[in-house]
DNA sequence: TGAGATTTGGGTAATTCGGGGC
DNA sequence: CTTGTCCGAATTACCCAAATCT
């Protein structure tokens, strides 16, 4: 399997070929948190955390958003 | 009306006399959204992301296609 | 020629979406 | 003000086997 290169029009890198970062499904963010999948939604709404859209509207959460929140 | 571009082996295909460059394959796609393999195909056939077959049958994804869609 | 990983397609269960109201 | 829940519609994940790639 070929690495993970996604380059800007600048030619940087928003994802180099050494990082493979691990997004997470609203249901996993919320069984971290004890919390309704639909509260994680609304946290990325109301601007609380941010998140990455599916081309078809889905969201999904960065592992290094999500963690320093569960540390505190 | 998106240009004919012939894929080689490697992944990689022809821009000009001296460019080439590489296509992300289903799977990195797919760990670049947090989804399953098939969904991005599915995004594909769907219309949502635009795509190139090799020869025998495979899909690829060009990375000036993805990019602009992983913004949070 | 072979082994292991990846991709593809179909079918079905689970998840996620947004709106609305409590 | 925040959260959990109900609803229908849309989207995705997991199962399998066969084909392709490394």
Do not use: C, H
């Not at 600048?10 to 963010?29: A, K, Q, S, Y």
């Not at 959460?61 to 540390?71: C, F, M, S």
């Amino acid at each position: 399997m070929s690495p993970i290169r996604v380059v800007n029009p600048d030619g940087t890198f928003i994802i180099g070929p050494e990082t493979t970062e691990r997004l997470l499904t609203p249901g996993e963010v919320a069984r971290l948190f004890g919390v309704d999948p639909k509260t994680v939604n609304r946290w990325a709404l109301t601007g609380r955390i941010p998140s990455v859209r599916t081309p078809s509207g889905q969201r999904r959460y960065r592992e290094t958003d999500i963690a320093p929140l569960l540390t505190t």
